[in-house]
C-alpha cells in the first residue's frame, strides 16, 4: 500500500501530513486528495463504472 500512496505523492495526486496527538502518543500520517487527484480520481470512476456496466452485461447474459 505505502508504495502506492508514495507513487501518488510523488505524481501531485495527493498530499500527506502528520499528526501527532496532544498526549504526545502515536503520531498519524494523513493522507488527501489534491484538486488534481480528484480530477483524476473522477475520471478513474467513470472508467471504473463502464467498465463494470459491461462486465455484468457479459456475466449475467444480458441481451440488447
Not at 467498465?51 to 459491461?54: H, P, R
Given at each position: 500500500l505505502y508504495p502506492i500512496l508514495y507513487r501518488l505523492e510523488d505524481d501531485g495526486l495527493i498530499v500527506s501530513e502528520w499528526s501527532v496527538p496532544?498526549?504526545?502518543s502515536v503520531a498519524k500520517k494523513y493522507y488527501r486528495c489534491t484538486p488534481e487527484g480528484n480530477i483524476v480520481l473522477k475520471e478513474l470512476l467513470g472508467l471504473w463504472r463502464r467498465?463494470?456496466?459491461?462486465a455484468n452485461h457479459f456475466l449475467q447474459g444480458e441481451d440488447e
Open positions: 496532544e498526549d504526545k467498465f463494470d456496466g459491461v
